[in-house]
């Protein structure tokens, strides 16, 4: 692919004129207008008629159904114009197409995981920053030469000798574990909080042991793809638990008392309680605290080992 890109830098000047150019341009136009039909028209009807249980995976499919469409058809006018010329043009769309529908669905899951915020714009500007950087440096050349420059930086850890790139490349991984991590956990906690059969308290407390449960596993698995020891955690482990023993207790029974109160039903989304002379409606029950709307429109946060340490009337 890259022979073929650097033959289009050296036909571009004379692009007007040139007849294997123009093909290529003629077929990109074509497929983005076919592709651009074809994804407006499905999106139209499959939208509609889509219930509201596949409604993640759909709405991830049409972010990007335009660009892979497109995609498919500059793929297939490559693999036919290939036997008669270069395709360095062609080459060169496909992976912006790509970079493209990676920008997108890392988008849409973003604003789905999270809610929106400044970080999260700045997140996605930094994600497609990204990705269009790793592009041009692809197309430059550049690409190879910033990876071996990586590698070159080394350091050893212990038995392990460890190089930046490695280091990048483990960082990446984890995030795009956690990602997948987060996304499948919101996508069970919808289904979780719409089951009317359970109880509302149970519903909170098996969306958070969902969540829980996925993020540990992400972790783990990326740290097996790296190569590193899980057993190594245990040494963390025992850290976090002298950690918690010391400094962190008070964190520890939020959490601890946050579950007690959503298995045990005490308290319910709407009660209308009292506690430590704040008066109001419970408005969100969380695993750390207890948001109280009082009838002034202020909320209160109430931590909840208050709930089960102290008085409240409900």
Do not use: C
């Not at 920053?129 to 990586?150: C, I, N, Q, R």
Request: hydrophobic content about 55%.
């Amino acid at each position: 692919m890259l022979n073929d890109i650097q033959e289009l830098w050296r036909e571009l000047p004379g692009a007007l004129g040139n007849a294997i150019l123009l093909r290529q341009f003629a077929l990109i136009g074509l497929s983005l207008l076919l592709a651009w039909g074809i994804s407006s028209q499905l999106n139209r009807n499959i939208m509609k008629k889509t219930p509201d249980a596949w409604s993640v995976g759909i709405g991830g499919v049409s972010r990007v159904l335009f660009p892979m469409l497109a995609l498919a058809f500059v793929f297939s006018g490559k693999l036919l114009l290939r036997h008669w010329q270069h395709t360095g043009l062609l080459a060169l769309v496909a992976t912006l197409l790509v970079a493209m529908a990676v920008i997108r669905l890392a988008v849409y899951a973003m604003r789905y995981i999270f809610q929106p915020s400044g970080w999260l714009r700045t997140a996605e500007s930094a994600v497609a920053t990204v990705v269009w950087v790793m592009v041009v440096l692809y197309f430059t050349g550049f690409l190879p030469e910033l990876l071996d420059a990586l590698e070159e930086v080394s350091f050893s850890v212990g038995k392990y000798h460890i190089s930046l790139l490695l280091l990048l490349q483990a960082v990446l991984t984890v995030i795009v574990t956690l990602f997948v991590a987060l996304w499948v956990s919101r996508f069970a906690e919808n289904k979780i909080m719409h089951a009317d059969r359970i109880s509302m308290n149970l519903r909170v407390v098996l969306s958070k042991l969902v969540r829980i449960f996925l993020v540990v596993v992400g972790v783990l698995t990326a740290l097996s793809v790296l190569g590193l020891d899980i057993t190594l955690l245990s040494v963390f482990g025992g850290a976090l638990g002298v950690g918690l023993g010391f400094g962190l207790q008070k964190i520890a029974s939020n959490y601890v008392s946050g579950f007690i109160i959503l298995l045990d039903e005490s308290l319910h989304l709407g009660d209308v309680i009292t506690v430590d002379g704040h008066y109001g409606v419970v408005h969100q029950l969380r695993s750390r605290y207890l948001v109280l709307r009082k009838l002034d429109g202020t909320e209160v946060v109430i931590p909840n080992e208050m709930l089960i340490a102290s008085a409240v009337i409900n």
